[in-house]
Structure formats: C-alpha cells, structure tokens
C-alpha cells in the first residue's frame, strides 16, 4: 500500500523504549552488555539468539515500491503509440542511439540508515575455508538419510565415502541431566540448539536423541564435522550452547564409533543403553528430536 506517514509516525510512537516498563530494567542491560557478562546467563543469551534468527526478526521494515505497486495493479486498455513522428523516421538511425546514449539515467533509490551501514559491515569469512577440499559431500549422505532406508541405504552410503581425514566423528552427552525435568522442555532445549547452528548445517550433521521421563532423563547424541576440530570454536556465533555438553572424539575405525553411528542415526539397537530405556526411547523418537 502507499506510504502513509501518519500512521507509520502513530505506530512509532507506540513502541516501548525499553523492554520493560518506562525505564531501564535488567532486561535491557541483560541484552546490551558485552558478551563477557552475559556467558553468566546462558538461557537468555539462547533465547536472545533464537529470538534474532527468527525470519521475523530479519525481516527488514516494508519500504513502499511504485514498481511493484504499479505491477500488480489491473493492466488498463491503452492507445497504441504511433510508429514514430515523420521527423523521428527521417532522423538518420546513428543520431537516434546517440540520443539514447546521452539521456540521463535514472537516480537510485537512496539507502536509509540500516542498509548503508548492513553494506559497510565487511562479509563473514568463512570458517571452514582453511581447511583442503574434501571428497566427502554432506549433502549427498544428507539426501541418502531423509529418502531411504537408514541401515540398508544411508549407512553404507556414509562409510563408503566417509572421509577420516577432512571430518571428525563426536559423541556428547548433556552435562546437567539433574536440571532436565519436563520432556517437552528438553527437546525444546535440542531444537532451540539445532536453530541456533543453522549456519553450521552445511559443515555438520547430528542426531541428538532424548532418553528418558519426566524428571528422569538425558541427552546424547552423534555428530559429525568439517575438520579435526570442533567446529563450535570457529565462530562465537556457534558456541552458546556447547558448553553445556560433554563432548567425547571417536575414532572413525573402532568398533564403538560404528556402533553409535548405526544405533544414533538409527534410532535403534541391542545395546545395554537402549534395552535398558526402550519407553524412553520411544518418547524420544515420537518428540522429532533429530537434525538433518
């Protein structure tokens, strides 16, 4: 719709200057403090973060373009134009490109405050990029373990083209399970995780599974990663929840290493961690507790 300027003004004015109340409270100062404060209070430093990833909160405000708005009014019958005056067709055809040549083109639209200073920042580099080529493609396992079977299809697949050398296997488990008491809390606290490394997703995989009930429960899971190294220490943007694991390297050719990757990615098998949590287990399949 066309810009109207008193109701943007009226909206303005309508919104608080401060999170809470009219004056500054914690919540402000929570928020804007150096992150050295905040690692103190980690839950508001994950809700804070899954609140700015939302595409709400990316969205910039809706600026008002005739172009578009012209385009999807209804197309009216117009006069058709005359082939041109008799002194355009005596005009000798070089003059007329020239012509074209010399008119103005038209202005840019001028970029407000926000997007100057979005094009000043300097583009992110990649964290990864330090690291060789490798023949291993996430994406192509990723497409194997949405489509087809997990054992008779996606796990074949993944250790006929592993790459030891230019990724990592990690077991971690959740270091507080003492504090875990609702089920649809913890996986909320997984999913929360998994929205928060959504930048990763090109240069990881996990499957994190919930065992357990209520106010008796855990969390461990099976990841892989681009390089040697974990890759939450690339990025401060990624390490906001690692901390709250124990994170444990595999080795790719072990027996063990195999056997989590089968029963993880599985969801399933004989070992004493799931016989003994088979109720558990299901709980945590039905809640989607899983990335990809």
């Known amino acids: 719709m066309h810009h109207n300027k008193q109701a943007t003004e009226n909206a303005k004015e309508e919104v608080r200057t401060f999170l809470v109340g009219e004056r500054v409270t914690l919540a402000d100062i929570t928020v804007v403090l150096e992150p050295s404060f905040c690692q103190a ?18 969205a910039k405000m809706a600026q008002f373009d005739a172009k578009k708005f012209a385009e999807s009014q209804p197309k009216r019958d117009t ?38 200073a979005l094009a000043a920042e300097p583009k992110a580099k990649d964290p990864f990029a330090h690291l060789p080529k490798s023949t291993f493609v ?41 504090e875990l008491t609702q089920t649809f809390m913890s996986c ?25 009930t209520n106010n008796s429960s855990s969390i461990s899971g099976v990841w892989v ?22 994170w444990r ?16 990615f599985s969801w399933e098998g004989p070992s004493s ?12 399949r039905q809640s989607g507790a899983r990335s990809v």
């Open 225 to 246: 990663f681009r390089g040697q190294e974990l890759a939450f220490l690339l990025s401060p943007d990624w390490q906001v929840d690692y901390k709250l694991y124990t």
């Open 41 to 58: 209070f980690p839950n508001t430093n994950r809700w804070f973060l899954t609140c700015i990833n939302q595409p709400q909160f990316q």
């Open 79 to 116: 006069p058709r134009k005359e082939k041109g005056s008799q002194e355009e067709k005596q005009q000798p055809q070089g003059e007329r490109k020239e012509e074209k040549k010399a008119a103005a083109p038209a202005p840019k639209e001028e970029m407000d405050e926000c997007e100057r």
């Open 138 to 178: 996430l994406d192509e396992f990723k497409c194997k373990y949405s489509k087809g079977d997990t054992l008779s299809v996606a796990l074949p697949y993944f250790w006929e083209h592993f790459d030891k050398d230019g990724w990592s296997l990690w077991y971690s488990e959740y270091h507080f399970p003492e």
């Open 249 to 264: 390297k595999l080795d790719p050719g072990s027996e063990e290493a195999q056997t989590l990757v089968r029963e993880y």
């Open 273 to 284: 961690m799931w016989a003994n949590q088979g109720g558990i287990y299901k709980a945590a």
């Open 188 to 212: 909320n606290l997984i999913t929360g995780m998994f929205q928060r490394l959504n930048k990763l997703r090109k240069n990881a995989f996990a499957s994190v599974i919930l065992f357990g």
